[in-house]
């Protein structure tokens, strides 16, 4: 049972680095875009990233229960302690610096259903920027941080079950 554990957690972690790292390849790409292009571009995320991105809350979840079941203070317990910890780090990017981004894109084209409810979560700094730059390079670098962060937490995780 503890096996299947793990080898579901690095699943779950890997999706959610995955999809930091999808948004952190395309960012050479999205920074030659002219603002209507960026503009235009940005609303495909949604929903299919807001459904993903339960993985990384879920990943958290299962990344605790790993810790609370493996022998405390043991190596593979620090390795696990630290992928909790780099995707804590990951996700804590996503609401301080991402979302209140993507309340800004979102304000003229809201999202339905489940998106809508996210979306609808504002934070206190909601982004209210003069240049559209500031807010694309606050979006772009936040996911290429989260990507180093969503892979750091694998790597540690992958190497705790290994061990």
């Known amino acids: 049972m503890f096996q299947a554990l793990e080898i579901l957690t690095v699943l779950i972690v890997a999706v959610a680095m995955a999809l ?9 790409g999205k920074m030659r875009l002219s603002k209507e292009q960026y503009l235009a571009v ?9 459904f993903g991105g339960v993985a990384e809350p879920l990943g958290l979840i299962m990344i605790l229960a ?43 084209n809201q999202p339905e259903g489940a998106g809508k409810r996210f979306f609808g979560f504002r934070s206190h ?6 240049d559209w730059t500031v807010l694309r390079d606050r979006w772009e670098r ?15 995780l992958v190497a705790a079950v290994a061990a």
């Open 20 to 28: 930091a790292l999808a948004h952190a390849l395309e960012l050479p």
């Open 42 to 50: 940005q609303p495909i995320y949604y929903p299919g990233f807001t």
């Open 66 to 108: 790993l810790i609370v079941l493996t022998p405390p203070f043991s190596g593979t317990y620090w390795l696990t302690a630290g992928a909790f910890v780099a995707l804590l780090a990951m996700h804590a990017i996503y609401w301080i610096v991402t979302h209140p981004v993507n309340n800004f894109w979102l304000k003229e």
């Open 125 to 130: 700094r909601d982004a209210e920027a003069p």
């Open 142 to 156: 936040s996911h290429l941080l989260r990507a180093v962060f969503g892979l750091v937490s694998l790597i540690l």
